[in-house]
């Protein structure tokens, strides 16, 4: 399981993690239903990109971080090009790799990760 060792850490389930990941899934997708590719959101000219609603900003928060090497070589990513694109701040690029189902979802679970982390914290 790529965040085994996250989720050994904070105590939480891959069942626990499917259970929030599935929710997050239905509620912004409609439960499956045709969506947009990008939605606008209130932050301006950036958009939440797939069906798990990424955006660029999170997604570049979010590597060499929750989506580190692992996640990045399970979704076929070259991990070194991922941290280069982050340096770069490359949005573009990134927006590009959101629009992949599989870096969409992976980066959800990281950002789901990263939700657990610090909500555990404050137990």
Excluded: C, W
Excluded at 46 to 72: E, H, N, P, W, Y
Aim: net charge positive; charged share 30%; aromatic share 6%.
């Amino acid at each position: 399981v790529v965040f085994s060792k996250e989720l050994n850490k904070i105590g939480i389930s891959i069942v626990d993690l499917t259970d929030h990941m599935r929710f997050i899934y239905m509620a912004e997708t409609n439960i499956g239903t045709n969506v947009k590719d990008s939605v606008p959101t209130t932050a301006g000219d950036r958009s939440a990109i797939g069906d798990l609603q990424v955006m660029a900003t999170t997604f570049k928060d979010l590597i060499g971080k929750q989506f580190g090497k692992d996640a990045a070589t399970k979704v076929g990513l070259d991990y070194q090009e991922l941290l280069k694109l982050k340096k770069a701040n490359n949005k573009d690029a990134l927006e590009d790799l959101l629009r992949n189902k599989n870096v969409n979802f992976m980066a959800g679970m990281a950002k789901m990760i990263q939700y657990l982390e610090v909500k555990s914290k404050g137990k």
